[in-house]
């Protein structure tokens, strides 16, 4: 039983537009959500994170949504730029040793 | 961020041997740390969680003798690989993270093919 999903295995997007990658979870237990991009062949890198008490984390190009009471979150860059190609995972955490990834989205950003 | 160095980067070994692993947390001191095994085209699997100075809790599944992970100090943990097999080839990522944080962070990760 998955208990954070990522429905879209991959997703393609033109230079200069917004990307929008979507995670949803089942487990209400979890109130810390977070962002990892990850190149091949190296480990994710931490991105964004956005606390239950919040419905809006934005960094830069990153802005970061969770709506609560559809267990779903977001991930939108504008602009999306092609050194933004990567898998991007969500994960979620219960604040304690509970820490769940997303199987991922794979980005492209088209020039 | 803070800095997790996972050492070797790519190891390659003979099917029967031992592989280790390290993972050193370089500017913070970890409580936790995680090790993760990714297969090609899949998301990352936990395969066990380690408390510095205890024994690491193993995922379901994951076989404790055969991978033994070791958190001696609040810098390093290691992941030894024993005996292993053509199937034992994956990358291996560690992570970690500091005591009352969420976030965590990732080593580069190892590549490790056994021949």
């Known amino acids: 039983d998955q208990q954070v999903k990522q429905n879209s295995p991959s997703l393609s997007v033109q230079e200069g537009r917004i990307s929008i990658l979507n995670c949803d979870y089942t487990?209400?237990?979890?109130?810390?959500f977070l962002w990892y991009k990850k190149y091949p062949a190296e480990g994710p890198t931490f991105l964004i994170s956005?606390?239950?008490?919040?419905d809006k984390n934005e960094d830069g190009r990153f802005t970061v949504f969770l709506n609560k009471s559809a267990k779903h979150l977001s991930l939108h860059i504008v602009p999306s730029q092609p050194g933004d190609s990567a898998v991007y995972f969500c994960?979620?955490?219960?604040?304690?040793?509970?820490?769940?990834f997303g199987p991922g989205t794979r980005l492209s950003v088209l020039p | 961020g803070a800095v997790v160095s996972q050492h070797p980067s790519r190891v390659i070994c003979k099917s029967g041997t031992s592989v280790k692993i390290e993972c050193r947390s370089l500017?913070?001191?970890?409580?936790?740390m995680f090790w993760y095994r990714q297969f090609p085209k899949k998301s990352l699997m936990l395969m066990a969680t380690?408390?510095?100075?205890?024994?690491?809790?193993?995922e379901q599944g994951v076989e404790k003798d055969k991978f033994l992970i070791n958190h001696a100090s609040l810098t390093l943990s290691t992941l030894t690989v024993t005996s292993a097999h053509p199937e034992d080839s994956s990358f291996y990522i560690c992570?970690?993270?500091?005591?009352?944080?969420?976030?965590?962070?990732f080593g580069q990760g190892t590549r490790l093919t056994v021949v």
């Open positions: 992570s970690a993270r500091v005591f009352g944080t969420v976030v965590a962070f």
């Open positions: 487990n209400s237990m979890f109130d810390y």
């Open positions: 956005i606390s239950s008490i919040k």
């Open positions: 994960a979620a955490s219960d604040g304690g040793q509970n820490f769940v």
């Open positions: 500017d913070f001191q970890a409580t936790t």
């Open positions: 380690s408390n510095e100075g205890s024994k690491a809790t193993y």
